[in-house]
């Protein structure tokens, strides 16, 4: 796009390269996931007659699926999963809107003691212990709301959002304090609307970190019913007794190769956020601009 | 806006009054707005604040039962076990050394993918290869690790298969010492180059025309303007990213390091981080891994302070 030049044939050829490298690249992102998913719907059959995993199996089977869905295991982490997703994003959004929307107005008294108190917390930190300890302290110890409450505000988010307030127009919002709306409601009925996508950004930001969430849950759980999907998914993958993480007799799984069924719970973990990567990618971009600007 | 200038037109239009009760009709009049910040700076004081006093923990000796307010005080000691161990110096020496391995080793296919993104002029292709590479960032670590171990599981694995078909014998990428680091760069890479080449694109893409222009017309081929025109344009992103990486050495990337560690690899992989989580949490002993903590706190501190200090130096504006 920007270059400017007449291609000879040597400029030719390094863009035929360039595009041959990208493509590989590209393929070598899907391929391990392709790979990943065929793994999972192999049956032990195709295992053992072609002495390993084909690219292409002849046959097929969902037992593996079947298998982590109708094991107490995996639902239950599943719906863990999928709860703490849920209300913690709304919770995330909800403070951190709620604390960047006053720290946008630079006319408000003290609000630039509040901002360095904040942007220092991500230069210097009490450390991991110290603030494992201050979780027990506040009594969150196993319960949900240690994969919470903890990462309550992500400071580069708050920083972003801060941003794409103070980028929105005073007048709009002056036109709305001289109808007399107060502070709320302008907030609610002006601002807010305005704000969708940079909600939407950063509401995927938080969701797939709650998505993905492992240490709090090895940290603050101790009932095995509380934990989320990524530490189940990890016992998965290094246990080696599928049936014993299961709690799922052995002969239940004697058709499937072990690897199938950790792949399957891989795949289970995969799919909601390719399912939601579209709708990531339409406003991640803008997000990442306006975290760029911020830095 | 309007109370300002109701408030200068009442001081006769002198200088704005800075006086108490000024601030405080002011702070009344924005109350909303206050209330509103409640819930995000309790977070903040709790869950950020109150554990910077928890760095006392590394000047006791922490026993449960007894708290911090309850448990005997040891000074330095702590310290002085940390550094005389002889696990120590292994940490630091790992610590530091993926550090540089993931600085050198994953700053630059970040950029390289960018620049080769830019020459694109196929935007569906750009498009797609851009979308198709940052994607694994958002997957976690574990779904990773899942990948690796469907690749290269001893017995199973696509590769380990592949290699034991062709009689090149057994690979062993998992819990082999020497393949470990390599390993942890290699799928970083695959994680963060998409990821990481976004802000390379974005600063690209804001690099004047006419720069371009004028190098043409001065008889700059491809290369030349590569060189002259590209490379300059993002050398204070990239310089500025490689200062902040330096200054947060001491982070190796735990989650990753984490997930990925097993106790055969423990003399090339433990690093800090894994380390305090395996005797503080894990072990619970906290005491000494708070130390260590503390240490790491506060030269990471000194460390961005100097890195941003850099930056500055090199023409950039560092962070503030």
Same mark, same amino acid.
């Given at each position: 796009m920007p270059y400017i030049f007449k291609k000879s044939i040597p400029d030719r050829i390094v863009d035929i390269v360039i595009y041959a490298v990208l493509a590989v690249f590209g393929l070598a992102t899907l391929f391990p996931l392709y790979y990943v998913a065929v793994v999972s719907i192999t049956p032990y059959t195709e295992v053992l007659r072609n002495g390993g995993f084909l690219l292409i199996p002849k046959t097929f089977t969902w037992d593996a699926y079947e298998a982590i869905f109708t094991s107490g295991v995996v639902p239950k982490a599943l719906n863990v999963t999928i709860l703490i997703t849920l209300l913690g994003t709304a919770l995330n959004l909800l403070v951190t809107t709620l604390l960047a929307y006053p720290l946008? #107005? #630079?006319?408000?008294?003290g609000r630039n003691a509040v901002l360095m108190g904040i942007v220092f917390t991500m230069l210097f930190s009490g450390g991991l212990i110290p603030t494992f300890l201050t979780v027990k302290a506040t009594g +969150?110890?196993?319960?949900i709301w240690a994969l919470i409450i903890?990462?309550?505000?992500?400071t580069f988010n708050l920083l972003v959002m801060k941003t794409y307030f103070e980028s929105l127009p005073a007048e709009i919002e002056e036109a709305s304090k001289v109808d007399g709306c107060s502070d709320v409601g302008t907030l609610l009925r002006i601002v807010l609307p305005l704000s969708m996508p940079i909600m939407a950004t950063l509401g995927l930001f938080y969701g797939v970190n709650h998505w993905n969430a492992y240490f709090g849950g090895i940290m603050y +759980?101790?009932?095995?019913?509380?934990?989320p999907l990524q530490v189940v998914l990890r016992n998965m993958i290094i246990t080696p007794s599928v049936s014993q993480e299961l709690s799922v007799p052995q002969s239940q799984l004697s058709? +499937?190769?072990p690897e199938s069924i950790k792949m399957a719970t891989v795949v289970v973990a995969i799919v909601p956020i390719i399912a939601v990567y579209p709708f990531l990618q339409k406003y991640f971009i803008k997000g990442m601009l306006l975290g760029a600007v911020k830095g | 806006m309007a109370k300002g200038s109701a408030r200068a037109a009442l001081a006769g239009g002198g200088v704005p009054d800075v006086h108490k009760p000024g601030l405080r009709s002011k702070m009344w009049r924005y109350r909303w707005l206050y209330l509103f910040m409640i819930p995000g700076i309790l977070y903040y004081l709790i869950y950020h604040y109150v554990p910077m006093f928890g760095l006392v923990v590394a000047f006791q000796d922490y026993n449960l039962m007894q708290g911090v307010t309850g448990s005997p005080w040891v000074g330095w000691d702590n310290f002085k076990a940390v550094f005389e161990s002889p696990d120590f110096p292994q940490l630091m020496k790992n610590t530091v050394i993926l550090s540089l391995y993931r600085l050198v080793f994953g700053m630059l296919p970040d950029l390289v993918l960018a620049l080769m993104l830019n020459e694109i002029r196929v935007r569906w292709f750009k498009k797609t290869i851009q979308t198709l590479t940052y994607? %694994?960032?958002?997957?976690?670590w574990i779904i990773v690790y899942g990948i690796m171990f469907s690749f290269?599981? %001893? !017995?199973? !694995?696509l590769v380990t298969t592949f290699f034991r078909d062709m009689g090149w014998g057994n690979v062993d990428v998992l819990t082999n010492s020497e393949l470990f680091r390599p390993m942890l760069v290699m799928t970083d890479i695959w994680k963060s180059t998409g990821y990481g080449a976004i802000i390379y694109l974005a600063t690209l893409a804001s690099i004047n025309n006419e720069q371009y222009e004028a190098a043409a017309i001065d008889g700059a081929g491809r290369w030349r303007q590569l060189w002259h025109v590209t490379l300059p344009g993002v050398r204070d992103v990239f310089m500025l990213l490689v200062i902040l990486r330096l200054g947060s050495?001491?982070?190796?990337g735990f989650e990753q390091v984490y997930i990925f560690l097993n106790v055969r690899v423990y003399d090339v992989g433990d690093i800090l981080d894994t380390w305090i989580f395996r005797r !503080?949490?894990?072990?619970?002993?906290y005491s000494v891994p708070a130390a260590v903590g503390v240490f790491k706190s506060v030269i990471g501190f000194a460390l961005v302070l100097g890195a941003n200090r850099l930056a500055k130096r090199f023409g950039g504006s560092g962070i503030w």
């Open positions: 946008s #107005k #630079k006319f408000l008294p +969150l110890m196993n319960t903890p990462g309550l505000v992500s +759980l101790n009932d095995r019913d509380l934990y058709s +499937l190769p | 994607g %694994p960032h958002f997957l976690s290269f599981a %001893p !017995g199973s !694995g050495i001491l982070d190796a !503080g949490i894990e072990e619970m002993n």
